[in-house]
């Protein structure tokens, strides 16, 4: 799942910048020659940790975070389940971080190998890595259903939204 920052988060980003000395580093903490990659994807958890964060507690783990916060949307049962409401995971998140570390060398003047930092080349057009890991368990995913019922055209709930169904789908298996 790809995750908007910029759309969903572009205010509380900057008013958690205005709050947080640790933040105000992070510039810093990509644009330093020595940062090794591993305090940089560090660095970007704790961002995303930070963003997400709607209690005082502090959380350490990224996945953890993530069921936590997908545990309490589904306690939600009057409302869908907006899954842009749960924090990345963190292999999306390290995958962000090194697209982030590419566009920073890039706006230094270093020219580094994009497909090495969450890039890769498909038609002779960079595009991003999301994540190098599935969606979710095999098991997970088998649970997956667009909700659409049996039979052709107007009827699959994803062809009247307008979705593209997929193979996941118990019933139409990707061919609406």
Same mark, same amino acid.
Request: hydrophobic letters at 30%; proline letters at 4%; charged letters at 20%.
């Given at each position: 799942?790809?995750?908007?920052?910029? $759309?969903?988060?572009?205010?509380?980003? $900057?008013?958690?910048?205005?709050?947080? +000395? =640790?933040?105000?580093?992070?510039?810093?903490?990509?644009?330093?020659?020595?940062?090794? =990659?591993?305090?940089?994807?560090?660095?970007?958890?704790?961002?995303?940790?930070?963003?997400?964060?709607?209690?005082? +507690?502090?959380?350490?783990?990224?996945?953890?975070?993530?069921?936590?916060?997908?545990?309490?949307?589904?306690?939600?049962?009057?409302?869908?389940?907006?899954?842009?409401?749960?924090?990345? *995971? *963190?292999?999306?998140?390290?995958?962000?971080?090194?697209?982030?570390?590419?566009?920073?060398?890039?706006?230094?003047?270093?020219?580094?190998?994009?497909?090495?930092?969450?890039?890769?080349? $498909?038609? +002779?057009?960079?595009?991003?890595?999301? *994540? *190098?890991?599935?969606?979710?368990?095999?098991?997970?995913?088998?649970?997956?259903?667009?909700?659409?019922?049996?039979?052709?055209?107007?009827?699959?709930?994803?062809?009247?939204?307008?979705?593209?169904?997929?193979?996941?789908?118990?019933?139409?298996?990707?061919?609406?």
């Amino acid at each position: 799942m790809q995750h908007n920052f910029r $759309v969903l988060w572009k205010g509380q980003s $900057v008013q958690l910048f205005n709050r947080n +000395k =640790y933040l105000q580093d992070i510039p810093d903490i990509f644009s330093n020659p020595k940062s090794s =990659y591993t305090y940089i994807k560090r660095t970007g958890e704790k961002f995303i940790i930070t963003l997400y964060s709607n209690t005082k +507690k502090e959380e350490n783990s990224l996945n953890k975070m993530r069921y936590d916060c997908f545990n309490q949307l589904v306690g939600q049962v009057n409302f869908p389940i907006l899954l842009s409401k749960v924090p990345p *995971t *963190t292999e999306a998140t390290h995958q962000h971080c090194r697209r982030t570390f590419h566009q920073v060398k890039t706006w230094q003047g270093e020219c580094l190998n994009p497909s090495n930092l969450g890039w890769k080349l $498909v038609n +002779k057009s960079l595009t991003s890595i999301y *994540t *190098t890991k599935g969606p979710a368990e095999a098991k997970v995913v088998s649970l997956i259903t667009c909700g659409c019922n049996k039979g052709s055209g107007k009827k699959y709930k994803c062809v009247r939204a307008n979705l593209r169904c997929t193979t996941l789908c118990k019933n139409c298996r990707g061919q609406s």
